[in-house]
């Protein structure tokens, strides 16, 4: 059985002191001993925010690093950095990283295989924009991105990553896809994963959805078979993250 993992990725949100008063407030929220939860927060939030979850089982993670440990790469952060200031988790590839800097393929796959060498889980994203969808190339198109961020992954740490199922059609617009939609491209990652791996990889590896989560879809949404928790923009900004973190309890009330 996977442990469900809900990660909020603040994007560019909140200053230092914004960052300290919202962690203050979602803390008591999201306590839950059943599902992993993670803050990812800009680079700057990330020593204040480490600080103020000391005592909790909130783990923190960063938005972006670079693949490379030091030299003149001005205004990039590497994965040692990272591990000194507390960080544990990295998002790698997401689209607006592949939109907005040139990310790409191949720098997401280098950016994985640096964060498993300093032991940093990534949190690998993936996603077809609304043309791709219309075009029926979705499988396709998502199935590649996976191939290439694990090229020369090892199983053994191809277990431990996490990836993030975020169709682009669905990210900031409150258009969520619909959990029969998200579970189909989750169960052909995971198809995915088991022809380049193993069952114990495949059976092991958490897939999450991403895109227009809220406190309302994610207890349909988490509990497709292939998805096994959600990365949260725009609502693990609000206390509606603790009703994400809590959405079992929600189903229960529902039934
Ligand atoms: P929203 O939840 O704001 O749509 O953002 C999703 C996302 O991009 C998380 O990485």
Not at 99 to 117: C, D, G, I, Q
Not at 153 to 159: D, E, Q, R
Not at 204 to 226: C, E, H
């Amino acid at each position: 059985m996977r442990r469900k993992i809900v990660a909020g990725n603040w994007k560019m949100n909140k200053t230092p002191s914004e960052a300290v008063a919202l962690v203050n407030e979602l803390k008591p929220l999201v306590e839950s001993k059943d599902v992993d939860v993670v803050f990812c927060v800009p680079d700057i939030d990330i020593i204040p925010v480490v600080e103020a979850v000391k005592g909790t089982k909130i783990k923190i993670g960063a938005e972006n690093m670079y693949f490379e440990e030091n030299g003149a790469y001005t205004g990039e952060v590497s994965p040692n950095m990272l591990v000194d200031a507390g960080v544990t988790y990295v998002i790698v590839g997401h689209s607006e990283r592949r939109e907005h800097f040139a990310e790409t393929n191949e720098t997401v796959n280098k950016k994985v295989l640096k964060a498993f060498e300093h032991n940093l889980i990534p949190i690998i994203c993936c996603g077809e924009t609304l043309i791709q969808r219309e075009q029926g190339v979705t499988i396709d198109f998502v199935r590649t991105q996976i191939k290439s961020a694990f090229a020369r992954v090892p199983a053994s740490n191809a277990k431990k990553a996490i990836i993030a199922y975020e169709p682009i059609w669905a990210i900031g617009t409150g258009k969520v896809a619909t959990p029969e939609q998200a579970q189909e491209v989750c169960q052909e990652i995971r198809s995915c994963i088991r022809e380049l791996y193993d069952d114990e990889t495949a059976d092991m590896i958490r897939i999450q959805y991403g895109g227009s989560v809220n406190a309302d879809s994610a207890p349909f949404l988490f509990s497709q078979p292939d998805i096994d928790g959600g990365l949260v923009g725009g609502a693990s900004l609000k206390t509606d993250f603790g009703r994400i973190v809590n959405y079992d309890r929600q189903l229960a009330y529902r039934i």
